[in-house]
């Protein structure tokens, strides 16, 4: 199914870039006492997708809602 409201394609992004940097963290830290220090570039560049993916949606709710970036926080933190 191919999605073609707004919002849910950005959730969508949201998830699938917070998925890929799960993924680039568990390449950059394998477990407690490891860091791949050869993964670090991909960790940052899947933190900032998801960071892109995040910004994306959080300024389309507040777009659609006529509400401000601090007005959407202060409403998550109810």
């Known amino acids: 199914m191919i999605e073609t ?6 959730v969508a992004d949201v998830r699938e870039t ?3 940097h799960r993924l680039a963290w568990g390449e ?3 477990d407690a006492t490891t860091i791949n220090a050869a ?3 991909r960790e940052e560049e899947a933190y900032q997708e998801m ?6 949606l959080r ?18 933190s109810l």
Do not use: F
């Not at 409201?5 to 950005?10: A, E, I, N, Y």
């Not at 960071?51 to 994306?56: D, G, I, M, S, T």
């Not at 300024?59 to 998550?76: F, K, N, R, V």
């Open 28 to 30: 950059l830290v394998p």
């Open 5 to 10: 409201d707004p919002g849910r394609r950005l």
């Open 39 to 41: 993964a670090e570039g």
């Open 59 to 76: 300024d389309h709710i507040c777009d659609t809602y006529g509400i401000s970036a601090a007005e959407l926080c202060a409403l998550a």
């Open 18 to 20: 917070a998925r890929r």
């Open 51 to 56: 960071a892109a993916a995040k910004r994306r």
